[in-house]
């Protein structure tokens, strides 16, 4: 069974400008989530769908960031304007009822705002 | 608000110690979890205790979840390098759409051959 997949790996922008991090979880996988994890910390919550509606997104900053998971399956993640403090890797998630509960992580996008 | 405190923030060992990380909090969760996570890799599951005063064994590690469920601790015996990672505690409650997840700050552990 193939992971959750993540894209792009790596991304370096400049501050003011835009940038979009891709998702696609476990195939089956209702329940999606994007978390922030900054140098030194523990991943943080962003927001949390169920199939394509959102959960919770009460820590997601709404100024800046967007997502979506319109058909349900694969997700986006868009920060705009990008400030420095966002400079994490973003992590996403997939959770399914029948793993218990279990989320499997992709293996996240560092990005590096300058 | 929900807050998990792990403790020691970094820990660097030789290999054959033994150690043991801290995870606490002020409130009750349902249930912990134990993730680690590698360089350029996402948090993977460890262990999920869910009641309190448990104890669970994965090979040579020990998690033990907190009689009123607001703790938890990791105890690793004769650690290997392959040990190295982070360690995470995350605190949450399940529901049927998947829960929630609240994280600690992880523990970065070291183990030189």
């Known amino acids: 069974e193939a992971g959750v997949a993540q894209s792009p790996r790596y991304k370096i922008i400049e501050k003011r400008q835009s940038v979009a991090f891709w998702c696609n979880p476990i195939?089956?996988?209702?329940?999606l989530y994007w978390y922030q994890q900054i140098l030194g910390q523990g991943p943080k919550l962003l927001i949390q769908?169920?199939?394509?509606?959102?959960?919770?997104d009460s820590q997601l900053p709404k100024d800046r960031f967007s997502a979506e998971r319109l058909k349900g399956v694969d997700s986006t993640l868009k920060i705009q304007p990008a400030k420095l403090e966002d400079s994490a890797v973003y992590l996403c998630?997939?959770?399914?009822?029948?793993?218990?509960?279990?989320?499997?992580f992709g293996p996240g996008t560092r990005l590096t705002v300058l | 608000t929900q807050l998990l405190e792990q403790s020691p923030q970094f820990l660097s060992i030789q290999e054959g110690e033994n150690l043991t990380v801290y995870c606490n909090s002020s409130?009750?969760?349902?249930?912990l979890q134990w993730y680690r996570q590698e360089p350029g890799e996402g948090p993977v599951l460890l262990v999920t205790?869910?009641?309190?005063?448990e104890v669970k064994k994965l090979k040579r590690l020990t998690f033990q979840f907190g009689d009123a469920r607001k703790d938890s601790s990791l105890h690793i015996t004769a650690a290997q390098p392959g040990d190295t990672g982070l360690y995470l505690c995350?605190?949450?409650?399940?529901?049927?759409?998947?829960?929630?997840?609240?994280f600690g700050q992880g523990t970065e552990l070291s183990v030189k051959p």
């Open positions: 205790v869910v009641t309190g005063g």
């Open positions: 998630a997939s959770w399914a009822l029948n793993y218990g509960n279990e989320q499997f």
């Open positions: 995350a605190g949450g409650e399940v529901t049927n759409q998947g829960g929630k997840l609240i």
């Open positions: 409130s009750v969760f349902s249930s």
């Open positions: 769908f169920q199939n394509n509606g959102v959960v919770d």
């Open positions: 195939s089956g996988h209702a329940t």
